[in-house]
């Protein structure tokens, strides 16, 4: 049980965000939210049904009478959630676990046979093998701490302390970070260096001056971001009326920061390239809303230092022997930081990506908003004019058609492997489209067909409003292409199990603004979960089998 409480209180101090709905002490700096049992149960339920064993929760049920001599949780009330709050005590966090009862020693009865309890005065010792844990009975919770001081001052209603987590989530941390000691925070930034300074030298020791600078600028930002946020909340919700299961990860900032200003500042997100929006794709994103200035400027510095590290790679690649070829390809280079400076000054993010794994025929594009297009053109010719001199350059037409006020560059690749002629076709199309305001790009079997479909949906959509991020993927989809392309069983299996998913096999991403803040979705359908559950039935079944 010791051991949980620690796992419990790593799990809060290092969670990943919503408005302040509770009464807390400044020393408390995360709570972990549980719901009741009767709801987890219900939920649990849910997922025996769409794994195939509907049996789960009676499963569940009679392994606790077992081990409670036919009393299961006697004296714990099953409808109300519980949790545990983790309090500083100086510089060191301890977590208090509270439990809803309606009669503490029924409960500590039922628990007997594994956990020996004596109670002196208002506070029971309980010895869970070598180790100790206190308790303590207050109105209709149990409260559990590490020592009897850590029970001193407890919340008279703890479940306020939980807002609304128990009623979203099934377990859910928060994180409190205003509370968080600044040498707390500056132990956690220095644990993260650490562990990244470990994985260099794993990776081999030495690291690129340009690679040092980009960490120290995201580790910058990121300390920025955790000491001007609010809170920061984690949860896992298991959601039988939408027959999904869904983790969601969100951020808040402090009124009157520069973060909450930055979250202000994103306002509603509307996008030229809807017709990216393609859920029956194997693939789809779709990305939109404003930049803003800190986010600017962050983005300076970062493309900055790319264009420092290209410019040396140049300067310092031996193949180049021209030294009239290495100006001008230093000078398209810069042409295209020019450009992507210019694109992110205009304050406006627009970008979608697809891709589609057909047997017929793979294709893929992605396409988003840029400044400056007749330069990333000059850009373009500039590098095409140098690749010509290769000998396998397969040379690109310029301005081979245009639509919807973009100019379409083709150039055809040759696919040498019989495996993927079949998929691409002898001569793979590759298509740059630009314009004034818009730049789509274009790969695999009749692209240029797809760019155009691609263009002309978003057209009829100009303007649209969308969530700031999208994203979804078809599993079926995958399995059904990867089930062409190989033989392994274990691949048909599950292509198979999925066909019985319909249109209920996706893993989606969503971001949408909450107040002061941003809120990630990760979101798996019920067609997934079935098929998982049949896998692992097959799975069990065959290892009884072999048993």
Not at 8 to 19: D, W
Not at 291 to 304: R, Y
Not at 359 to 380: K, N, Y
Request: charged letters at 20%; hydrophobic letters at 45%; glycine letters at 10%.
């Amino acid at each position: 049980m010791k051991k949980l409480m620690c796992a419990i209180l790593a799990v809060g101090l290092m969670a990943v965000p919503q408005s302040r709905l509770w009464a807390q002490s400044s020393t408390d700096v995360a709570v972990i939210s549980v719901t009741s049992y009767d709801e987890m149960m219900a939920d649990i339920g849910f997922l025996g049904q769409m794994a195939d064993r509907p049996q789960t929760g009676l499963m569940i049920e009679g392994f606790l009478a077992a081990f409670t001599n036919q009393r299961g949780l006697e004296g714990m009330d099953k409808s109300r959630p519980w949790g545990a709050v983790v309090r500083m005590a100086g510089p060191m966090p301890y977590p208090v676990v509270f439990l809803p009862v309606t009669d503490i020693d029924a409960l500590l009865g039922a628990l007997g046979n594994f956990v020996q309890s004596q109670k002196r005065g208002d506070v029971y010792e309980l010895s869970v093998g070598p180790q100790s844990l206190y308790a303590k009975h207050d109105g209709n919770w149990a409260f559990l701490g590490q020592s009897e001081e850590h029970l001193n001052e407890l919340p008279a209603d703890p479940s306020r302390l939980l807002g609304d987590l128990p009623e979203t989530y099934n377990i859910a941390v928060r994180l409190m970070t205003e509370n968080v000691p600044p040498e707390v925070m500056e132990q956690i930034f220095a644990a993260i260096e650490a562990g990244q300074q470990m994985v260099n030298a794993q990776n081999g020791g030495a690291e690129p001056e340009f690679a040092v600078r980009m960490r120290e600028q995201q580790m910058a930002g990121m300390k920025q971001a955790l000491e001007q946020a609010d809170e920061i909340t984690a949860g896992l919700a298991i959601d039988a009326s939408a027959r999904s299961i869904y983790l969601d990860g969100i951020t808040t900032a402090r009124p009157g920061t520069q973060l909450a200003e930055s979250y202000r500042e994103k306002g509603v997100s509307r996008t030229n390239l809807a017709g990216f929006d393609m859920p029956e794709a194997t693939m789809s994103m779709l990305a939109a809303g404003p930049i803003t200035e800190q986010e600017v400027e962050q983005a300076m510095s970062g493309i900055a230092l790319a264009k420092e590290q290209f410019v040396a790679a140049i300067e310092q690649e031996a193949k180049i022997d021209d030294e009239q070829a290495r100006a001008e390809l230093k000078e398209a280079v810069e042409s295209l930081f020019r450009v992507a400076e210019a694109t992110i000054r205009s304050g406006k993010m627009d970008m979608g990506m697809v891709l589609q794994l057909d047997p017929q025929g793979i294709w893929g594009a992605a396409g988003g908003h840029i400044a400056q297009g007749e330069e990333l053109t000059d850009a373009l010719k500039k590098v095409a004019a140098l690749a010509e001199k290769e000998e396998d350059f397969p040379g690109i037409q310029f301005d081979a058609a245009s639509h919807q006020g973009v100019s379409f560059h083709t150039m055809e690749i040759p696919v040498d492997e019989p495996e993927a002629q079949q998929f691409l076709g002898e001569r793979m199309d590759l298509v740059i489209g630009i314009g004034s305001s818009k730049a789509i790009v274009g790969i695999g079997k009749d692209v240029m067909a797809h760019l155009r479909g691609l263009l002309d949906s978003s057209a009829s959509q100009a303007n649209k409003e969308i969530l700031p991020m999208q994203f979804s993927v078809s599993l079926k989809s995958i399995f059904d292409f990867a089930g062409t392309v190989s033989q392994d069983p274990q691949v048909a299996m599950f292509s198979s199990l999925l066909e019985q998913a319909g249109n209920k096999d996706h893993v989606t991403m969503q971001v949408t603004n909450v107040e002061r803040g941003q809120r990630f979705r990760l979101n798996i359908e019920e067609g997934i979960l079935k098929a998982l559950g049949q896998l692992s039935n097959m799975a069990g079944a065959g290892a009884g089998a072999g048993f």
